[in-house]
């Protein structure tokens, strides 16, 4: 983005795929200190709270869908209160940000579509915005836009693969992380199945 503005003056665009708005507030925050942000529009999966409230105006947390993008499976984001506070006038953070919604068919449709048509491999995370992309294009969005990747798409090469029939090539350093011993245990949904685990280490 900002390679762009010092060689042509122009602002980049950000779609940011958000579940907890860490990424997406950190861009909005960064808009609002000066650094030269165009406009920013969030992809979301089928959890629709943020999506619903910037076209509403009635904040609405509900409980989590679980998804394809699963890092982004929040229902009552934390981080919603910072952006709130930012922007405490409803229509001045309409004017602000967009959203838009994908869901899990949306997700595998973008995976396979663009493994085909632009050789490019997508995690369903990215693969939200890589969609919302798209509905920006139809629409007749202009101007140069910055598709967030969150994940590479190995980390999620099950779903990459069923959709594109080739595996995602892995980073060596993915690679030792995934190499490592996994240390796990499940426990009953509670804080007293936690004390207690936590109790015995």
Not at 24 to 37: E, K, Q, Y
Not at 46 to 64: D, F, H, K, M, V
Not at 152 to 174: C, D, W, Y
Request: charged share 25%.
């Amino acid at each position: 983005g900002l390679q762009l503005w010092r060689d042509s003056g122009r602002r980049a665009n950000f779609i940011v795929p958000t579940g907890n708005l860490g990424n997406a507030l950190a861009c909005i925050w960064a808009r609002h200190i000066g650094v030269p942000i165009g406009e920013i529009v969030l992809a979301t999966n089928a959890n629709q709270s943020i999506t619903e409230y910037l076209r509403t105006g009635e904040w609405a947390p509900r409980p989590s869908v679980s998804t394809l993008a699963n890092a982004m499976d929040v229902g009552d984001p934390s981080n919603m209160e910072r952006l709130r506070s930012l922007h405490s006038d409803f229509d001045e953070l309409q004017g602000q940000i967009g959203a838009s919604s994908v869901d899990d068919i949306e997700i595998r449709g973008t995976i396979r579509r663009d493994s085909h048509e632009l050789d490019r491999l997508w995690c369903p995370h990215s693969a939200t915005a890589a969609k919302v992309f798209r509905r920006l294009l139809a629409r007749g969005a202009r101007g140069h836009w910055v598709i967030v990747a969150t994940a590479h798409p190995a980390k999620f090469n099950e779903i990459v693969e069923a959709q594109t029939g080739r595996a995602a090539p892995m980073p060596e350093s993915l690679a030792r992380l995934l190499a490592l011993p996994r240390q796990e245990k499940e426990l009953d949904p509670t804080l007293e199945a936690l004390r207690a685990e936590l109790q015995k280490n």
